[in-house]
């Protein structure tokens, strides 16, 4: 089974702060994402990675950036927190290649962020 | 532009009946895949089904089944013999074949009563 996994279920962050937001995948898959999820709007994408060191932004990048140094780790990084960034946060990958659909992203349990 | 709509904000049914849930989607890409998703309140997002636009039979995958009308751009999620376990957020997204990445609806909550 695909696993996904993120550093944290729960953060508590103060304005102005640097946050870290970790995702790991263990299924080798090529592709990685990171939404964030908010009552009443869905899942909106902030940036996805192909490739290791390769990354696009989404529908909604102000404010975040992203590293992928190791094909199975995505990290989100918001530069100065804000507490319009308080939010669900939920990373995924999928595969390039495969059976069934080539497309289906697999997610982690998410983070709940809360900016103070 | 793409774009995914779930009309139902929340459905109510009773155990053992079936539930249809509904999404309609808009693209002028003639390759593309749907897909449906289940948030229980843990808040993981579990893949339940997968319709390409030129599969030429509807998905099914034990209790669910997508009803789709390519004609109509609807992808309708089926759950028969409704289990209280079935409680949750469920959200129907979009693929671009091609690209990797999906557009999600803004779901529905089903409650599932004894």
């Known amino acids: 089974d695909v696993k996904v996994t993120q550093s944290s279920r729960y953060l508590v962050k103060r304005t102005g702060e640097k946050v870290f937001l970790e995702c790991v995948q263990d299924?080798?898959?090529?592709?990685m994402f990171w939404y964030r999820q908010d009552p009443g709007l869905g899942l909106r994408l902030i940036y996805f990675?192909?490739?290791?060191?390769?990354?696009e932004k989404g529908d909604i990048p102000e404010g975040y950036s992203v590293s992928r140094e190791k094909k199975e780790r995505f990290s989100l990084i918001l530069e100065s927190a804000s507490t319009n960034q308080t939010s669900m946060y939920l990373c995924?990958?999928?595969?390039?290649?495969?059976?069934?659909?080539?497309?289906?992203?697999?997610f982690g349990p998410g983070t709940r962020l809360t900016v103070l | 532009a793409q774009k995914i709509t779930q009309t139902q904000p929340g459905m109510f049914v009773q155990e053992k009946e079936a539930v249809t849930l509904d999404c309609t989607y808009d693209t002028s890409d003639p390759s593309y895949g749907l897909f449906w998703y289940k948030q229980p309140s843990s808040g993981e997002m579990i893949f339940l089904i997968y319709?390409?636009?030129?599969?030429?039979q509807n998905a099914t995958e034990g209790r669910y089944s997508l009803n789709f009308q390519k004609a109509r751009k609807s992808a309708n999620l089926v759950i028969s013999a409704s289990q209280l376990g079935d409680s949750a957020m469920y959200f129907c997204?979009?693929?671009?074949?091609?690209?990797?990445?999906?557009?999600f609806g803004t779901g529905t909550r089903l409650l599932v009563s004894p």
């Open positions: 995924a990958s999928s595969p390039t290649s495969g059976s069934q659909s080539r497309y289906t992203q697999y």
């Open positions: 990675s192909y490739d290791v060191k390769m990354k």
């Open positions: 997204a979009l693929g671009r074949t091609g690209f990797q990445k999906l557009v």
């Open positions: 299924m080798d898959h090529e592709n």
């Open positions: 319709q390409g636009s030129y599969d030429q």
